[in-house]
């Protein structure tokens, strides 16, 4: 089963951006990709996904802020989050539709 690898959160000032990547041991090429967040005391909620043929779908909350993207050659997902929100605060997690799950990556908006 392919391993999964989040990178780029961080602290960021709210109205910031910041890119996450996920990196993926295996071919992602045919399958959906998905971007998930958890905030603390909060269950794991979706954020956005890709299909293969490159359709995407956001939660409404992100919806005109992040973009995901794919490259299936570099077998990255990149989620580009813009104007953040205190509210984006969470540990953000990519996966595949086997139930991989990356280590997850602290994205923190304060000022």
């Known amino acids: 089963q392919a391993q999964l690898a989040e990178s780029g959160g961080g602290l960021v000032q709210p109205g910031g951006s910041l890119r996450l990547s996920c990196a993926s041991s295996?071919?992602?090429?045919?399958?959906?990709m998905y971007w998930y967040r958890q905030a603390p005391g909060q269950q794991r909620e979706f954020v956005a996904s890709?299909?293969?043929?490159?359709?995407?779908n956001y939660a409404n909350s992100v919806k005109g802020r992040f973009t995901i993207s794919r490259d299936n050659a570099k077998r990255t997902v990149v989620l580009q989050m813009n104007s953040l929100k205190p509210e984006d605060t969470a540990v953000y997690y990519c996966?595949?539709?086997?139930?991989?799950w990356g280590q997850g990556t602290q994205v923190t908006v304060s000022s």
């Open positions: 996966s595949n539709p086997f139930g991989s």
């Open positions: 295996g071919s992602i090429a045919a399958y959906d």
């Open positions: 890709i299909s293969n043929s490159g359709s995407t």
